[in-house]
């Protein structure tokens, strides 16, 4: 049995599939502390809620209708009105229908729109994805069809009281060359928890016009919704921009429902990419998102439930941290949003993937930096420097899984 170069690339081991594996394992091993997965909290007020909406949903037969009918390519066409409607009354943007597609799932969307502008032209030569600021989601490293599909670009860091920090987009070293066919950056970003100041996003719209690429934004955990964002954003979006959200992060990762918001030519290739490959995204998410908006409960839920969850948790999480780790052991990237926090092991005598594997032994599962870091051309000690947890779990449980963590960061310094 020979695989094709495509069986070989999508076969192999990788980050994302190592990160997917382990959250499925500790989810099923009693005991251990899941600090290292993307799955979002199960708000106890979201729960009612969705259990209430679901109920009346089967009582009025919206449901069945949803699961027993295949939805057109582009997606369900009651979510694409609402949603347009919604974002045209809320944020002025002028949108239609016809400038939305959706997905089976966020992680889908960015695979077809990285092999769309980025990979082996027609003339033989090269496009490529460019993330201005490393780190960036470890779901997109494996997504492009070709090898050495990405490139990427050290930030400047900036200092902060308190040992936190954070990163900016270091613009006098952001290097748009020929071969770059899309500009991507995740707002707010999984895994720092960093949102690109209004200012950083106008000027990559300006160098992403300037140079006729497009440029795309994963707004998976920010505003309106699902609104897991504490800093001042305003939402971008125009012709040249491609917003991708999704339903996830509102406490449906089940779902996999993804939304793409572009011009009317990427959604027609979205749409016909989606009948080739899937013939039709799912309808339930679709569906059940329909009925949110249509009830004026989407972005209140948002606003009134969701955010002001995270922002206490977050808080709540940095507490725990800093009674075990203090500064001169651990810096904090400043929590601006999504449901991560980023920690800086500045001084650490072993890697944090070596960290990793010690946490892992002792059930505590967080995820190493150094996969957050695709297309970087050279080595960076700062990579192996910083690990990425979540901040979702109860706080009973995030307090075990920091002691250990101090108990393991003492060990090594104690190694030294």
């Given amino acids: 049995m020979k695989f094709s170069r495509f069986g070989e690339k999508f076969t192999r081991f990788s980050g994302i599939t190592r990160?997917?594996?382990?959250?499925?394992?500790?989810?099923?091993?009693?005991?251990?502390?899941?600090?290292?997965?993307?799955?979002?909290?199960?708000?106890?007020?979201?729960q009612t809620y969705f259990q209430q909406l679901f109920d009346e949903m089967l009582a009025q037969g919206k449901l069945n209708e949803a699961l027993c009918n295949y939805d057109g390519p582009q997606?369900?066409?009651?979510?694409?009105?609402?949603?347009?409607?919604?974002?045209?009354?809320?944020?002025?943007?002028?949108?239609?229908?016809?400038?939305i597609a959706l997905t089976n799932g966020s992680q889908s969307a960015f695979f077809y729109l990285f092999n769309l502008f980025a990979g082996r032209r027609a003339d033989g030569s090269m496009g490529r994805v460019l993330f201005p600021l490393a780190p960036e989601y470890l779901g997109y490293a494996d997504a492009?069809?070709?090898?050495?599909?990405?490139?990427?670009?050290?930030?400047?860091?900036?200092?902060?009281?308190?040992?936190?920090?954070?990163?900016?987009?270091?613009?006098?070293?952001?290097n748009i060359t020929d071969d770059i066919g899309v500009i991507c950056v995740s707002r707010p970003t999984n895994p720092t928890g960093n949102v690109l100041t209004d200012e950083e996003l106008i000027r990559l719209d300006a160098l992403a016009q300037?140079?006729?690429?497009?440029?795309?934004?994963?707004?998976?955990?920010?505003?309106?919704?699902?609104?897991?964002?504490?800093?001042e954003a305003t939402p971008l979006w125009n012709p040249?921009?491609?917003?991708?959200?999704?339903?996830?992060?509102?406490?449906?990762?089940?779902?996999?429902?993804?939304?793409?918001?572009?011009?009317?030519k990427v959604i027609t290739a979205i749409s016909n990419m989606n009948g080739i490959i899937s013939l039709a995204p799912g309808g339930i998410g679709p569906?059940?998102?329909?009925?949110?908006?249509?009830?004026?409960?989407?972005?209140?839920?948002?606003?009134?439930?969701?955010?002001?969850?995270?922002?206490?948790r977050v808080h709540h999480t940095i507490e725990i941290l800093r009674r075990y780790l203090p500064e001169e052991r651990c810096l904090i990237h400043?929590?601006?949003?999504?449901?991560?926090?980023?920690?800086?092991?500045?001084?650490?005598?072993?890697?944090?993937?070596?960290?990793?594997?010690?946490?892992?032994?002792?059930?505590?599962?967080m995820v190493p930096g150094n996969y957050f870091f695709p297309g970087l051309a050279h080595e960076w000690p700062h990579t192996h420097q910083c690990m990425r947890m979540n901040y979702v779990p109860d706080p009973a449980v995030i307090e075990r899984g920091v002691a250990i963590l101090a108990e393991e960061v003492a060990r090594a310094h104690a190694e030294g």
């Fill in 19 to 46: 990160l997917m594996g382990d959250m499925n394992d500790g989810l099923r091993t009693p005991g251990a502390v899941m600090l290292g997965g993307g799955n979002p909290a199960q708000i106890p007020e979201m």
């Fill in 75 to 99: 997606g369900k066409d009651a979510l694409l009105r609402a949603l347009s409607g919604m974002l045209r009354e809320e944020l002025g943007w002028e949108i239609s229908p016809k400038n």
């Fill in 144 to 174: 492009g069809l070709d090898e050495d599909l990405f490139v990427s670009t050290k930030p400047t860091i900036e200092l902060l009281p308190g040992g936190m920090f954070k990163y900016h987009v270091d613009f006098d070293h952001l």
């Fill in 210 to 231: 300037q140079h006729d690429v497009p440029l795309l934004i994963d707004n998976a955990y920010g505003v309106p919704f699902p609104g897991i964002i504490f800093s």
């Fill in 240 to 264: 040249n921009t491609i917003l991708c959200m999704s339903l996830s992060k509102l406490g449906l990762p089940g779902a996999r429902c993804g939304i793409v918001i572009a011009d009317e």
């Fill in 287 to 312: 569906a059940i998102a329909t009925e949110m908006i249509e009830r004026g409960d989407l972005l209140r839920l948002s606003e009134e439930v969701i955010r002001p969850f995270y922002f206490e």
């Fill in 334 to 365: 400043k929590p601006e949003g999504a449901i991560f926090l980023w920690l800086w092991f500045k001084d650490l005598p072993i890697t944090t993937e070596t960290l990793y594997q010690r946490l892992k032994q002792r059930g505590v599962l």
